[in-house]
Structures are given as C-alpha cells and as structure tokens.
T-cell receptor
Framework: GQQLNQSPQSMFIQEGEDVSMNCTSSSIFNTWLWYKQDPGEGPVLLIALYKAGELTSNGRLTAQFGITRKDSFLNISASIPSDVGIYFC?????????????FGQGTILTVHP | DTEVTQTPKHLVMGMTNKKSLKCEQHMGHRAMYWYKQKAKKPPELMFVYSYEKLSINESVPSRFSPECPNSSLLNLHLHALQPEDSALYLCASAGRSGATDTQYFGPGTRLTVL
C-alpha cells in the first residue's frame, strides 16, 4: 500500500543538539500524526495536526502541517537521552476511511550523552 | 485519559495452539484496530471495527479471527499460527467526538510462535 516518505531513516546526535525529521506524500492528507515508539512498546502519540499550516508544540517538540497538505515536519530541541526511539509520522486522508492511517518508515534516533 | 490496555504482554505458543489477545479502552471511542508490527517497521493494519462491526479486513489469513464483544473490548483469536506470524500485535482506538483520525495505541503483545 501507499507509504509516506520519511527522512532521515536514522540519526546519531549528541545530547543537547536539535533534531529535525520530515514526511512527504504524493497525496493530500487531512490529519498528520507524529508517534514515538520505544523498544517493545506501542507507539505513543506526540502531536496531532488537523489544519494546513498549523504549528503545534508539545514541550521540546514542535510539528507543522505543511501548507500543501502533502508534508509535515517534527523538530526536537535540546535532545536528551530519553528521546531515543523510533519516530513515525502518519497521515489520515479523511472521508469514509474508518481512520486508516498511512505510516512513514520511521526515523531511528540515537542520542549520545 | 488516553489509555488502551492489552493482555498478555508476552505470549509464546506452538503452531497447534489456540490463544487470544485482548484489548480494552474506556475512552468512548467508536473505532478499534488490530495491527501487526515487525521490528523497526511501521505498524501494518489488520482489522478495523467501527461501532462493533467489522469494517475492514486487510486480507488477513483466517488463522487470525477478530471479535468485538462490546464497544470497549476487542479480541484477536489465534489458531494454527506459523513462525512468521511472530511479531508485536498492537491494538488502537479512535473516535472520540466522532472523528477517527487520531489513533491511540496500546502497549502491544509480543507474540512468539514456535
């Protein structure tokens, strides 16, 4: 099925650095979601975006819904070791799709103390 | 409260066993989902229930049988599984205020098929 193009695939950064990752699509989405997943656990919703151009923050995390509705980015400022994990973007096309989400391939984040 | 609970946390079963995974949410969500996830890959949708009715079956083999006893519970019955079915099985729910675009996941069941 369709997948989102999420980049980068992996990042190795030093504690305190800022992080940026993004997702792009050839299709329009009505909702963009960002999840973080720790090993052996389920994805945890970080930020949900519902309007084109929307910029939303959650602590050190900031995410934006692209104006074209075909992309979104997530920034993490001043990274800490507990930011380690896999970050997934997901898009929802709307309509009668019963909430079917399209996922990116994930960004694996490693933070060195 | 955005909690989805799943039991058991871990499950090991043989190829001839019958087992069930359970999921529960008390957020009043009207849609519930089963996903399968392999290591370092995104979740793959298996089933969607909307208002306790099966709405989507993503061509899942019949050895996986979902059940939605009521609006808060979702089960996944397993029978005659194959080793390649070993994965993390995730439940999710969505649909407060009528929208189903924002899904909340449970912690998952780590399934190992021997």
């Amino acid at each position: 099925g369709q997948q989102l193009n999420q980049s980068p695939q992996s990042m190795f950064i030093q504690e305190g650095e800022d992080v940026s990752m993004n997702c792009t699509s050839s299709s329009i989405f009505n909702t963009w979601l960002w999840y973080k997943q720790d090993p052996g656990e389920g994805p945890v919703l970080l930020i949900a975006l519902y309007k084109a151009g929307e910029l939303t923050s959650n602590g050190r995390l900031t995410a934006q819904f692209g104006i074209t509705r075909k992309d979104s980015f997530l920034n993490i400022s001043a990274s800490i070791p507990s930011d380690v994990g896999i970050y997934f973007c997901a898009g929802h096309a709307g309509g009668t799709s019963y909430g079917k989400l399209t996922f990116g391939q994930g960004t694996i984040l490693t933070v060195h103390p | 409260d955005t909690e989805v609970t799943q039991t058991p946390k871990h499950l090991v079963m043989g190829m001839t066993n019958k087992k069930s995974l359970k999921c529960e949410q008390h957020m009043g969500h009207r849609a519930m989902y089963w996903y399968k996830q392999k290591a370092k890959k995104p979740p793959e949708l298996m089933f969607v229930y909307s208002y306790e009715k099966l709405s989507i079956n993503e061509s899942v083999p019949s050895r996986f049988s979902p059940e939605c006893p009521n609006s808060s519970l979702l089960n996944l019955h397993l029978h005659a599984l194959q080793p390649e079915d070993s994965a993390l099985y995730l439940c999710a729910s969505a649909g407060r205020s009528g929208a189903t675009d924002t899904q909340y996941f449970g912690p998952g069941t780590r399934l190992t098929v021997l």
